[in-house]
Structure formats: structure tokens, C-alpha cells
């Protein structure tokens, strides 16, 4: 483990000031999003703390007005937060302190008593542009908004709720980390978080595809685009066509010797969506709706999401709600999908190919806000012969320490690798060599912690184990 | 018995009684006013089942791994709401039962939870003094709903344990305090309670709707 010398001066990250480089820039270039409306920046010359107070009345909705009334401050959630943990000694990672700098403003603005008698419950409204950045540091760089405070809240205050709620009301106001902003606009621009064109989406897909019949002699395997009426449309994360198209090749020598019939959609194909961490809903329901109106324009009988922690929940959990869109075709991640396979007897797997010790990571958003938690055991189990828990997992797992899209705010790193002890001591002590997960945000956040507390593991994905584990048929 | 300890522990309290209500039935209007999103998943477990575990949370210290690691915290807990109860009890059985209080063995069960939910209130305080984080999460309702609650067990206590040659003192300064708490709750944290059934409905019904509690097997077998 690293030693104490890489302590973070809080007050630094606390007044980190806004950076509006990229969002000049996006209004200098006329971006349609900013055009529209859709993107917004940054404007001093506003008042931006009345705006925020207005948007805090028009966005509260009665979960919200909940979670913010009920809290009793008794502090328990500062044993289950990482932050906290991390730092025992600085209240200011308690997440109920974190949750009250969102939440004395709504009581100044929308409380009883906090607008009675302000005092009496610390109520205050942001007075400058000041106070709302300060606000942005603590919303965007001190919660990680993994939700392991409320699964262990007496009350069931939904902090990460309160802090997403003051994302998104700063992303209208443009007070968002610059790269809250660029992800953000790369979104609503591209349809997809990086920014990948169609001609760059397509040709990967050509290049997989001949990686991959080159690979195993097989002419047929195929990654189809565009096809209608398939079992399935294949959505994935930006990170498979950019960075990691191994992921995208195991699951086309799955699918293929499974026999599945599927596609991949021209247009709509990101299953991830940066509104669940800006706090944009506008955004989270154009990107989910790119999604399903692409699975229903191809007819696809279903829709199958590769591994992503707030992909997943994004598309199957969440994104329906925020397009005001009916769910109507069984939404589903692809580790179900190779649950069934495997169930089904359609693809063979030997244990023995992966004798490594391994564990799994479970991702905020899947165990915690999603519904999987049994599912990649159920196939870790067949495909590694040394499988073993972490200590706490499944919905009590603590965070890679990269969730809720702090791997594109750079600014915060430094004290998200400090608090990533927590996270690191947890690991060592699986004495494990492969760190398994099924999650690409996890990927790079649990390779920082393997990185940064030179721990002795691989992290992979589950779709890796299984592709390790294929046994060809004769 | 003195014509001001029979209007405050019948009139008075029917009218702070009153006004809590009143406040309770427009905060709970007032709640009702806000938007309540609507969920368009399929489900994958029981919103149900999930509403059901989360209420009975409060029962269940294993639970939560905050409980579960601190059971004392937890046994201070419920002694120090056992408190609460016993003390609200007593506001209704001296003016309207007091035969209760006779025999039965409740005076005694009823004093020694109130003398523990006491021990217990003092010990928060300086815990909530005494820790930095909990210090700075603290406001000034924090602190004097606390004590507010301190000294209602105290008066209560009293009440049940003093001689009877120490007169009306005990029960006037106890219907006084109650009459007051009344009237503060609604504005105070000690309101709490009135948001609970909120709060843990809305995380037990996506937890349960979403299958992370009571996840229905035929999910894993067909999709969803």
C-alpha cells in the first residue's frame, strides 16, 4: 500500500475553480446541441443563484423532497462511505455533509422551517457564482454517487439522488467540470460519449470482424449491422470501438458459436449515457431513446446490453423513465445472455482454462441499482476453477472509486486515488490474481487502484473468462 | 388537583395535539404536491415485497451493515424510541387512565425505559459534541431537538418516580414540555418519523421492482 505522503489537501479540491475552455469553445463553434438549448453553458453574466434556486422548485420531484427532509444527521452513513473512511478524520466526506450542502440551499429555497427560521437549520441560499462552484466540487469531486450510504441508512435518504439532483441542475447552469462538459457535448453531438463518427464505427466493426475470421478460420463470423428482425440488438460502450475492441470480437465468437441470430444498429448502438452522471436527464432520455427506437426500427425481439455498470442501468433501469418511454422489448445484459447460453447447453465451457485465483467487482449500478448480482456468479462459477468472493460484495461492494463519471474529471483524481484504500485493502486481501467485473468504467478505475497500489492482478471482464473458456465443438 | 395542571394536561394538550395534526396533514398535502415519476421497466422483482422489507428495515439490524457492525448502536436505538413511546403513552394515560399506572408492573417498565432512553439521549449528545463529522453535519434543531427530548424523558421520569408530597411540580413541567414539543415537532427533525414511511417506500419499491430484493426466478429463465 502506499503510504500517508498522498494526502489531498481538500480545501484545494473544494475551490478548484470553474474551467469554461471547452464550453467557449463549443459556443465560439455554433455546436447545434448548444443551438438548441440542449448543451448549456456557462454564463457569469446571469444570476446564476436565482436561476438555481428556480430550477430547484421546477426539478424536486416527491422522492427527492423525501430524502431531503429526512435525514436526522446521526452520521451512520460515514462508516459505509469510502470517502469517509478513507479520511475519518475530515467531516467533510461524511456523505450526510456532502448531501447538506445541496440541502441547506433546497431548505432556504423550498423548506418550512428552513425558510421560517433559516438559522435553526443552517438553510442558505447559494449568494454567487462562488457558491456554486464550490457546490460543483463537492457534487462532482467528493461522491462517487455509489449509493452504499443509503443501502446502509436507517432512514433510506437517498444521498446519491440529492447529488445527482445538484449535478444536473449545475449542468444547466453550465457550472460543470470541463470534463463533465466535453463527454457531455461529445454525447448530444455524437450520439456516443467519445465522439465516434459513423465512418469510424463501421470501419472498426470491418476490422474485427477480419481480426477475428483471420483468428479462428471462420469466414462466416460475422458482425452484423443494420439487420432486421434478429433475436437481438447488440448495444455497447464507445470504449469497445475506441479503446478495447477485444471485448466487441470475444462477444461476436460467443454469439457466434452459440448460433444466435443478432445486429449491431447503424445509429443508436451507446448503451452508455453521461446523464446519469451529469445529472441531465434531457440527455440520459436522448441517448436511451437512440437505443430502443433503434432496436424497435429493426424489429429486434430483444435488447442485449455488453458489460456496463451505468450502461446497464442507464438503458434497462433508468433511461425508459427518463424518455418517458414505455418499455416494450425484454432489455437485458449480455452476462444473462451467456447465463443462458451456457443453461442452454448452446456454448461449451472448461473452468480449467482459467485456473487462476479470480474474483468479482460488483458495479454500483448493477448490484446496487440494477439486478444482478447472482447472474455473474452463476457463470464465473463455470468458467474459472478458483473462484472467490471479495469481502464486502454484491450490493454491500464498494466502489471501483471511478464511478458516476469521476474518470473524465481529471481534477478530482488525486484524492479519488487517496480514498481508493479502502478499495485497494479490500482487494489485496481476495489474494487474487485476476480481478474479474463486468463493467468497462470499472475496468479503468479498478486498473488505476491496481496501478496506483502496485497490486499483483489483471482486471478483465467476464465476457474474457468465457472467451478463455470456449471449448470449440468438434 | 389544580385547575392549571387540568388545562394543561387536557385542553392544552388537545390543542397542540391539533395544530401537530393540522401541520402533519398539510406537510403531507404539501408532499403530495410534488411530481412522483413514473416507472415504465418491466419489473424484474416485486415493488411489493420490496416496499414490505424496506419498512420492516427498522426490525431487521442485519440488514444493514451499519447495524450489523454496531448492534449496540442499534439496541440504543430502540431503547431510546422505546423512550419516546413510553413518554407520549404517559401524556394520554395520566389525564385519561391513570389506573393503568396502578399494579401491572407498567409504572416500573415504563420508568426504567424512560431512565435508559435518558442515559441514552445524553450519551448522543456527546457523541454528536464530541465527534467532528457528526459536529459539523449538526445544526442548532439537531441540538435542541435533542435536549428538548432529554428533558422530556427527564420530566416524564419524574413524573412517574416522584414522592407524593412533591405536589403538581413534576406533572405540570411534564404536560408544559409535552405542550411545547408538540407545537415544535412539525418544524424540527424530530418529525422524522412523518418522512420514514416516504423514504423507505420509495427505495424499497425500486429496490423491489428492480429485483435487488425479491427477485422473481422466472426473470432469469425467460429475460425481462
Redesign the interface.
Same mark, same amino acid.
Given at each position: 500500500m502506499r503510504p500517508e505522503e498522498d494526502r489531498v489537501d481538500i480545501d484545494r479540491i473544494l475551490s478548484l475553480p470553474l474551467e469554461t475552455g471547452s464550453q467557449e469553445k463549443a459556443a465560439g463553434q455554433s455546436l447545434p446541441s448548444v443551438g438548441r438549448g440542449d448543451l448549456m453553458t456557462y454564463d457569469a453574466a446571469q444570476n446564476n443563484p436565482g436561476r438555481f434556486a428556480d430550477l430547484v422548485r421546477r426539478k424536486? =420531484?416527491? &422522492?427527492?423532497?423525501? &430524502?431531503l427532509? %429526512?435525514?436526522?444527521?446521526c452520521?451512520?452513513?460515514?462508516? &459505509?462511505c469510502h470517502y469517509?473512511l478513507a479520511r475519518p478524520?475530515d #467531516? $467533510?466526506?461524511?456523505p %450526510?455533509?456532502k448531501a447538506?450542502q445541496v440541502r441547506r440551499m433546497y431548505k432556504r429555497i423550498v423548506g418550512?422551517?428552513g425558510r421560517?427560521?433559516p438559522?435553526?437549520?443552517?438553510a442558505k441560499r447559494p449568494a454567487s457564482d462562488e457558491d456554486l462552484n464550490r457546490l460543483k466540487n463537492v457534487v462532482f469531486g467528493t461522491c462517487s454517487a455509489c449509493r452504499r450510504c443509503?443501502? =446502509?441508512? #436507517?432512514? @433510506?435518504?437517498?444521498n446519491a439522488a440529492i447529488v445527482r439532483f445538484a449535478r444536473g441542475i449545475l449542468a444547466d447552469l453550465g457550472i460543470v467540470p470541463e470534463g463533465v462538459f466535453n463527454v457531455s457535448r461529445d454525447q448530444w453531438e455524437s450520439g456516443n460519449q467519445m465522439g465516434v463518427s459513423e465512418q469510424d464505427y463501421l470501419e472498426t466493426i470491418d476490422w474485427v470482424k477480419e481480426e477475428l475470421q483471420a483468428e479462428t478460420g471462420d469466414p462466416s463470423i460475422d458482425l452484423p449491422v443494420d439487420v432486421e428482425g434478429c433475436d437481438f440488438m447488440y448495444t455497447i460502450n464507445p470504449r469497445e470501438v475506441k479503446f478495447d475492441p477485444r471485448s466487441l470480437a470475444n462477444a461476436a465468437k460467443i454469439f457466434k458459436l452459440a448460433g444466435e441470430s443478432w445486429t449491431l444498429p447503424r445509429w443508436g448502438w451507446d448503451q452508455t449515457n453521461f446523464g446519469l452522471f451529469s445529472g441531465d436527464d434531457r440527455l440520459g432520455g436522448f441517448v436511451a431513446r437512440n437505443a430502443y427506437e433503434a432496436a424497435e426500427r429493426l424489429k429486434a425481439k430483444?435488447i442485449v446490453i455488453s458489460e456496463c455498470g451505468h450502461g446497464y442501468r442507464s438503458t434497462?433501469?433508468e433511461g425508459? =423513465?427518463w424518455a418517458?418511454?414505455?418499455?416494450k422489448l #425484454?432489455?437485458?445484459s449480455v452476462v444473462?445472455t451467456i447465463? $443462458?447460453y451456457i443453461r442452454e447447453g448452446r456454448i461449451t465451457v472448461d473452468p480449467s482454462r482459467n485456473p487462476d485465483p479470480v474474483t468479482f467487482h460488483d458495479s454500483c449500478n448493477i %448490484?446496487? &441499482? @440494477?439486478?444482478l448480482? %447472482?447472474?455473474p456468479r452463476w457463470v464465473l462459477r463455470r468458467v474459472c476453477s478458483d473462484f472467490r468472493e471479495m469481502h #464486502?460484495n454484491g $450490493?454491500?461492494n464498494y466502489c471501483c472509486t471511478g464511478g458516476s463519471g469521476l474518470l473524465s474529471m481529471a481534477e478530482y483524481r488525486p484524492l479519488r486515488l487517496e480514498v481508493a484504500r479502502i478499495k485497494a485493502e479490500q482487494l489485496k486481501a481476495t489474494g487474487a490474481k485476476v480481478l474479474c467485473t463486468m463493467c468497462h468504467n470499472c475496468i479503468d478505475g479498478l486498473n488505476d487502484v491496481v496501478k496506483h497500489y502496485r497490486l499483483d492482478m489483471k482486471v478483465v471482464q467476464v465476457m474474457d473468462l468465457v472467451a478463455g473458456a470456449l471449448v470449440a465443438p468438434e | 388537583m389544580s385547575p392549571l395542571l387540568r388545562v394543561l394536561q387536557d385542553e392544552v394538550q388537545i390543542v397542540a395535539l391539533s395544530f401537530l395534526g393540522i401541520v402533519y396533514v398539510l406537510k403531507l398535502l404539501w408532499i403530495f404536491r410534488f411530481p412522483h415519476r413514473t416507472e415504465r421497466t418491466f419489473a424484474a422483482g416485486s415493488a411489493r415485497a420490496g416496499v414490505q422489507s424496506s419498512l420492516m428495515n427498522v426490525l431487521m439490524p442485519w440488514q444493514m451493515e451499519s447495524t450489523r457492525s454496531d448492534p449496540v448502536f442499534y439496541v440504543q436505538f430502540a431503547l431510546f424510541h422505546a423512550g419516546v413511546l413510553a413518554a407520549i403513552a404517559l401524556s394520554f394515560i395520566v389525564p385519561y387512565a391513570p389506573g393503568l399506572l396502578v399494579g401491572h408492573g407498567v409504572r416500573p417498565v415504563m420508568l426504567a425505559t424512560l431512565i435508559a432512553a435518558l442515559m441514552i439521549g445524553l450519551g448522543r449528545l456527546a457523541r454528536r459534541i464530541r465527534r467532528p463529522g457528526l459536529r459539523l453535519i449538526s445544526t442548532p434543531d439537531d441540538y435542541l431537538s435533542l435536549v428538548l427530548t432529554i428533558v422530556f424523558f427527564a420530566t416524564a421520569a419524574l413524573l412517574l418516580a416522584a414522592p407524593a408530597d412533591w405536589g403538581e411540580g413534576p406533572a405540570i413541567a411534564f404536560f408544559a414540555l409535552t405542550a411545547l414539543f408538540l407545537v415544535y415537532v412539525p418544524f424540527s427533525k424530530v418529525c422524522h418519523y412523518l418522512y420514514y414511511p416516504f423514504t423507505r417506500i420509495f427505495l424499497g419499491h425500486t429496490l423491489g421492482h428492480r429485483g435487488v430484493v425479491a427477485r422473481r426466478a422466472r426473470v432469469d429463465a425467460e429475460g425481462i
Amino acid at each position: 500500500m502506499r503510504p500517508e505522503e498522498d494526502r489531498v489537501d481538500i480545501d484545494r479540491i473544494l475551490s478548484l475553480p470553474l474551467e469554461t475552455g471547452s464550453q467557449e469553445k463549443a459556443a465560439g463553434q455554433s455546436l447545434p446541441s448548444v443551438g438548441r438549448g440542449d448543451l448549456m453553458t456557462y454564463d457569469a453574466a446571469q444570476n446564476n443563484p436565482g436561476r438555481f434556486a428556480d430550477l430547484v422548485r421546477r426539478k424536486l =420531484n416527491r &422522492s427527492l423532497v423525501a &430524502s431531503l427532509e %429526512a435525514c436526522v444527521h446521526c452520521g451512520l452513513c460515514a462508516d &459505509s462511505c469510502h470517502y469517509a473512511l478513507a479520511r475519518p478524520d475530515d #467531516p $467533510r466526506m461524511v456523505p %450526510a455533509y456532502k448531501a447538506d450542502q445541496v440541502r441547506r440551499m433546497y431548505k432556504r429555497i423550498v423548506g418550512w422551517t428552513g425558510r421560517l427560521v433559516p438559522g435553526l437549520v443552517h438553510a442558505k441560499r447559494p449568494a454567487s457564482d462562488e457558491d456554486l462552484n464550490r457546490l460543483k466540487n463537492v457534487v462532482f469531486g467528493t461522491c462517487s454517487a455509489c449509493r452504499r450510504c443509503t443501502m =446502509n441508512c #436507517p432512514m @433510506g435518504v437517498e444521498n446519491a439522488a440529492i447529488v445527482r439532483f445538484a449535478r444536473g441542475i449545475l449542468a444547466d447552469l453550465g457550472i460543470v467540470p470541463e470534463g463533465v462538459f466535453n463527454v457531455s457535448r461529445d454525447q448530444w453531438e455524437s450520439g456516443n460519449q467519445m465522439g465516434v463518427s459513423e465512418q469510424d464505427y463501421l470501419e472498426t466493426i470491418d476490422w474485427v470482424k477480419e481480426e477475428l475470421q483471420a483468428e479462428t478460420g471462420d469466414p462466416s463470423i460475422d458482425l452484423p449491422v443494420d439487420v432486421e428482425g434478429c433475436d437481438f440488438m447488440y448495444t455497447i460502450n464507445p470504449r469497445e470501438v475506441k479503446f478495447d475492441p477485444r471485448s466487441l470480437a470475444n462477444a461476436a465468437k460467443i454469439f457466434k458459436l452459440a448460433g444466435e441470430s443478432w445486429t449491431l444498429p447503424r445509429w443508436g448502438w451507446d448503451q452508455t449515457n453521461f446523464g446519469l452522471f451529469s445529472g441531465d436527464d434531457r440527455l440520459g432520455g436522448f441517448v436511451a431513446r437512440n437505443a430502443y427506437e433503434a432496436a424497435e426500427r429493426l424489429k429486434a425481439k430483444r435488447i442485449v446490453i455488453s458489460e456496463c455498470g451505468h450502461g446497464y442501468r442507464s438503458t434497462r433501469w433508468e433511461g425508459y =423513465n427518463w424518455a418517458g418511454y414505455d418499455q416494450k422489448l #425484454p432489455t437485458e445484459s449480455v452476462v444473462v445472455t451467456i447465463q $443462458r447460453y451456457i443453461r442452454e447447453g448452446r456454448i461449451t465451457v472448461d473452468p480449467s482454462r482459467n485456473p487462476d485465483p479470480v474474483t468479482f467487482h460488483d458495479s454500483c449500478n448493477i %448490484a446496487r &441499482s @440494477g439486478d444482478l448480482i %447472482a447472474q455473474p456468479r452463476w457463470v464465473l462459477r463455470r468458467v474459472c476453477s478458483d473462484f472467490r468472493e471479495m469481502h #464486502p460484495n454484491g $450490493r454491500e461492494n464498494y466502489c471501483c472509486t471511478g464511478g458516476s463519471g469521476l474518470l473524465s474529471m481529471a481534477e478530482y483524481r488525486p484524492l479519488r486515488l487517496e480514498v481508493a484504500r479502502i478499495k485497494a485493502e479490500q482487494l489485496k486481501a481476495t489474494g487474487a490474481k485476476v480481478l474479474c467485473t463486468m463493467c468497462h468504467n470499472c475496468i479503468d478505475g479498478l486498473n488505476d487502484v491496481v496501478k496506483h497500489y502496485r497490486l499483483d492482478m489483471k482486471v478483465v471482464q467476464v465476457m474474457d473468462l468465457v472467451a478463455g473458456a470456449l471449448v470449440a465443438p468438434e | 388537583m389544580s385547575p392549571l395542571l387540568r388545562v394543561l394536561q387536557d385542553e392544552v394538550q388537545i390543542v397542540a395535539l391539533s395544530f401537530l395534526g393540522i401541520v402533519y396533514v398539510l406537510k403531507l398535502l404539501w408532499i403530495f404536491r410534488f411530481p412522483h415519476r413514473t416507472e415504465r421497466t418491466f419489473a424484474a422483482g416485486s415493488a411489493r415485497a420490496g416496499v414490505q422489507s424496506s419498512l420492516m428495515n427498522v426490525l431487521m439490524p442485519w440488514q444493514m451493515e451499519s447495524t450489523r457492525s454496531d448492534p449496540v448502536f442499534y439496541v440504543q436505538f430502540a431503547l431510546f424510541h422505546a423512550g419516546v413511546l413510553a413518554a407520549i403513552a404517559l401524556s394520554f394515560i395520566v389525564p385519561y387512565a391513570p389506573g393503568l399506572l396502578v399494579g401491572h408492573g407498567v409504572r416500573p417498565v415504563m420508568l426504567a425505559t424512560l431512565i435508559a432512553a435518558l442515559m441514552i439521549g445524553l450519551g448522543r449528545l456527546a457523541r454528536r459534541i464530541r465527534r467532528p463529522g457528526l459536529r459539523l453535519i449538526s445544526t442548532p434543531d439537531d441540538y435542541l431537538s435533542l435536549v428538548l427530548t432529554i428533558v422530556f424523558f427527564a420530566t416524564a421520569a419524574l413524573l412517574l418516580a416522584a414522592p407524593a408530597d412533591w405536589g403538581e411540580g413534576p406533572a405540570i413541567a411534564f404536560f408544559a414540555l409535552t405542550a411545547l414539543f408538540l407545537v415544535y415537532v412539525p418544524f424540527s427533525k424530530v418529525c422524522h418519523y412523518l418522512y420514514y414511511p416516504f423514504t423507505r417506500i420509495f427505495l424499497g419499491h425500486t429496490l423491489g421492482h428492480r429485483g435487488v430484493v425479491a427477485r422473481r426466478a422466472r426473470v432469469d429463465a425467460e429475460g425481462i
